[in-house]
């Protein structure tokens, strides 16, 4: 079970010894799960407690907003991503103005040592804290001996002709590239939340659809997608769309998907919608009869590839 924090010192006397891995862990892809599990193998007994250190919000959200990147996962999807990779503490530290100005010394002093007890710390090899960034891994480094705690760089992750990395998933996601997307995140591209109610459009032309509003997460390439609908411990073969639907003039986003042979009363629902691969863009049609008729096509494509592609 993994418990959540919201402020550092909220742990001072609470853990003995931490092994504290610090990053923002957006998508907890496959690169993120390697470095979770060398925290995990630092542990030598019950008492030492793996604690990821994340920031909420992004710092850049708080100090450069223009620069500020989307969310691939929502922060409850994160959490939920971590429990399964069995860390014990996630600190989701409150980032404000006033945590951005605490110097590399006192981050080292007051938050590392006095609130998380730590005595491995994991980083990447680009790893900068501090007011203004100004501590670095050397000066990390340096500190060692004098805290009584190791520090373990972990170099850039990469796979078979992928570089593990958030903003490459991203710029795939935005592309509608799902496959690749599945070689670096190691899982299809979710998107999770409550069944909202819309024009009800979709039930009008045969093909009744689960509508999900996009929050803070990054929002795919517009089109239609084969993928899979998971509620109530069940999964679904679905042909799912994402974007304003243009045939119907609409202006905001949101995604829509219709569960293949499925029929039923979701609304209110908590789905996760997993992306598998782009069938085509978002058209408009001259009639609603060849729309209809497209629709029909596109859930058989997506039966195909559902099968090829099962989670």
């Not at 032309?205 to 239609?224: C, E, Q, R, S």
């Not at 789905?271 to 408009?284: A, D, Q, T, W, Y």
């Amino acid at each position: 079970m993994v418990s959540i924090y919201r402020e550092f010192n909220y742990l001072e006397n609470i853990i003995k010894k931490s092994i504290v891995v610090i990053g923002n862990f957006d998508g907890v892809h496959l690169g993120h799960k390697a470095v979770l599990n060398y925290a995990k193998s630092l542990k030598n007994n019950n008492n030492e407690k793996v604690v990821v250190l994340t920031f909420y919000p992004h710092p850049l959200k708080v100090l450069r907003p223009e620069y500020a990147p989307k969310n691939i996962l929502s922060f409850r999807s994160k959490v939920m991503k971590m429990k399964e990779l069995g860390i014990d503490i996630i600190v989701a530290q409150r980032f404000n103005k006033k945590f951005s100005n605490i110097s590399a010394e006192n981050f080292i002093k007051i938050v590392l040592c006095k609130g998380l007890s730590v005595k491995h710390i994991v980083i990447g090899d680009d790893f900068r804290f501090g007011h203004n960034r100004e501590g670095d891994i050397n000066y990390l480094k340096s500190q060692e001996n004098k805290n009584n705690f190791k520090v373990h760089i972990i170099n850039e992750i990469s796979g078979e002709n992928v570089r593990y990395s958030s903003s490459i998933v991203r710029d795939m996601i935005l592309k509608g590239k799902m496959l690749d997307t599945n070689k670096v995140l190691g899982y299809f591209y979710e998107i999770e939340g409550r069944v909202v109610k819309g024009e009800q459009l979709g039930r009008e032309l045969g093909f009744p659809t689960a509508n999900v509003h996009y929050l803070n997460t990054i929002i795919p390439h517009d089109g239609v997608y084969a993928g899979w609908v998971q509620f109530n411990n069940k999964k679904y073969k679905s042909a799912i769309s994402t974007g304003c639907r243009p045939q119907f003039k609409g202006k905001k986003r949101f995604l829509e998907a219709h569960i293949i042979d499925f029929s039923g009363d979701i609304y209110g629902t908590r789905i996760k919608v997993s992306l598998v691969k782009k069938i085509r863009n978002e058209e408009v049609f001259s009639n609603i009869e060849n729309l209809k008729k497209q629709m029909g096509l596109d859930c058989k494509e997506a039966i195909k590839i559902l099968e090829e592609n099962k989670i």
